[in-house]
């Protein structure tokens, strides 16, 4: 089994953005899977996932935007068909980066609401559709 490379950040100033991401952002299977459209924002880290051969695996995007009632989110996680285990490790490089400061927030497809909670999130709410979860900050000593 050939190791798979390591997550790469990247904000949307990142010269590589456009081309890792761009032809997702606009996919009507993404916007399905996602229950929204995954916007492109300047307040957001998007982490991506690729094969050793550079196909893409996956994203998500941790948002860090004061806008939002001073939350951050984790969103947009989207992962290809047939990349098991891409769910798993999106979430916890995400809490690797981003959790530890401030409480980390979803709202996801109800799908992939397991995922998260095996990664520590706790639901708060649900709908129809999605369920809203938090992952409490791991404050650092």
């Known amino acids: 089994m050939t190791a798979q490379p390591?997550?790469?950040?990247?904000?949307?100033?990142?010269?590589?953005?456009?081309?890792?991401?761009?032809?997702?952002?606009?996919?009507?299977?993404?916007?399905?899977?996602?229950?929204?459209?995954?916007?492109?924002e300047d307040t957001k880290t998007w982490i991506v996932l690729k094969t050793a051969s550079g196909e893409l695996r996956g994203f998500c995007a941790v948002n860090?935007?004061?806008?939002?009632?001073?939350?951050?989110?984790?969103?947009?996680?989207?992962?290809?068909?047939?990349?098991?285990?891409?769910?798993?490790?999106?979430?916890r490089t995400a809490i690797q980066h981003f959790g530890h400061d401030r409480d980390l927030h979803a709202i996801v497809?109800?799908?992939?609401?397991p995922h998260h909670e095996k990664a520590g999130f706790h639901t708060v709410k649900?709908?129809?559709n999605m369920a809203t979860l938090v992952r409490r900050a791991a404050i650092r000593n």
Request: no cysteine.
């Open 126 to 128: 649900t709908t129809v």
């Open 6 to 40: 390591d997550p790469v950040l990247l904000t949307n100033k990142d010269p590589r953005f456009y081309p890792t991401l761009g032809p997702y952002l606009a996919r009507h299977e993404v916007h399905k899977a996602l229950g929204g459209v995954p916007w492109d």
């Open 64 to 91: 860090q935007s004061a806008n939002r009632s001073r939350r951050t989110m984790l969103e947009s996680l989207y992962t290809l068909p047939g990349h098991d285990g891409a769910t798993d490790q999106l979430i």
């Open 109 to 113: 497809r109800h799908t992939i609401a």
